[in-house]
């Protein structure tokens, strides 16, 4: 019976939260990798003002759950929203991503019509809070927070759940972020032989990140990966406040400003920080960082002046598409100078989508500084970029990840499908050098059906025999809360007792 392949689904709902991209994608034991089909569901308003509502109060309340759950439902009861407890909400949540689930399984068909017996299910959840070790330095304790009950997804679909991938990399001194780097990595294995490398997966939604797959003058291949910043963050929040758009359709506002130096600036020295008040774009890597942690600042609001008078909607909203490209290309200075600059750069994510911000990236790497400014403290820097992106001897090649050979919607559904697969293989899905990491880290908890793992699908159950995949990562169902990540705020004391629970 064929046995070398895992057919896995992979979920995801962003910062953004406008819907559920989920992914079907094949999983080969000789590293192949296809998507069979994916979609994206639409989340209901209601929905996303609830989650947005819960959101606020996380942070409002420094991540203390119980705080957090208590003040959700006085804001719920205030704002006359229905089904007014946490409870309600993670469990809507749930639903709805079991719904898009279910849509995406009736609409693929595998070759004979018949639909494909889905071996898994990864589920990231709803992030609502994220504070690392990068911006909690030593005043606050690190913790990360996503929502979903990967239990009742399981009942829901009759299909396993791998979720709560965040917490183990945490749990072991990470940043728990960027996840990408290694299912990027394993992209990168099919792209080499075609000529396709060095690459960098640049991904762009309300934060940016960076995968980088390259090697060292020794020839040994490394990988690098962090999160460069806000993206989409500042333009979609101008776009939604003062015009009341999602965002920046085709850049055609944006396109009618100019780039102001004065106020890029402030973006780079004020818009990112810790809770120290340091600049996160001067932090080297490891590091990773959350839309809570970009301050909108009143200049960029257009509520102070940058020179003698505040600047026109048209020039902050510009400015603010400059600055995601520009933080972009900056990020490039932390590749250390014995590791070989990317030659090809894969764009993936929504925020590439706006031809304003992808324009000046593509300029950024072309060395075209003369049309828009760079700061003069920073001149250097990007002439040295652009002077090691030359001497590959290579034109910089900068194209949708879809040209590539991988759809670039789903890039993120379909790193959650791989790092579900990964933690059946018990493979580790973070290392040091991407998350700061103290060993490789194998990430997530496993939940079947109804609790019982004899309901896991027969492939699956070989698979389990063959790799023993049972008890790779911390999972204590009866310390941990099963509404949300482990670890959420207060996971130390959590973990001690977990580990005496034998």
Known sequence: MDTDFLICIGVNTGNSLDAADVVLTKFGSDASIVDL?????????????KLRLFRSVVVDSLGNMDTSCQRYEQRAIETN?????????????TLYVSDAIKELIEQTKDKNGNKYKIDLIGFHGQTCAHQPPSIAGKIEAAYTLQIGNGQLLANETGIPVVFDFRSDDLMNGGEAAPLAPVHHEHLAQHLKASGKF???FCNAGNTGNISIITEHSNKEIILLGWDVGPFNDYPDKLMQWERAQSCDFEGKIGSQGQVNENLLRLLFDKGAVTVN?????????????????????????????????????EDRLRTAEYFAAYVYFYSLKWIA???????????????????????????????????????????????????RLCSTGRKPEIAMSDEFGFSGQYMEARLF???????IKGEPFSRPETTGCLTPTVLGIIRFPHSKPALMPNNLKRWFSKYHSEDLTLDKPQIFDER??????????RCKLAVKIK
């Open 37 to 49: 089909n994916a979609l994206s569901v639409p989340m209901p308003e209601s929905l996303a003002n």
């Open 81 to 93: 929203l229905s089904r007014t407890s946490v409870d309600e909400l993670i469990v809507d949540y």
């Open 198 to 200: 060095p690459i960098a």
């Open 277 to 313: 008040g340091a600049n996160y774009f001067l932090q080297s890597p490891p590091k990773s960082s959350d839309p809570q942690w970009y301050r909108l600042l009143p200049e960029l609001l257009g509520k102070a002046c940058v020179g003698n008078s505040p600047l026109s909607f």
């Open 337 to 387: 100078d014995d590791v070989l600059m990317p030659t090809c750069f894969a764009l993936c994510g929504g925020g590439w989508n706006n031809p304003v911000s992808r324009n000046h990236f593509e300029k950024l790497l072309h060395g075209q500084f003369d049309q828009y400014p760079v700061l003069p403290e920073h001149i250097d820097i990007f002439t040295n970029i652009v002077e």
């Open 417 to 423: 499908a791989d790092a579900a697969a990964c933690r």
């Open 484 to 493: 949300w990540s482990r670890a959420a705020h207060g996971w130390n004391d």
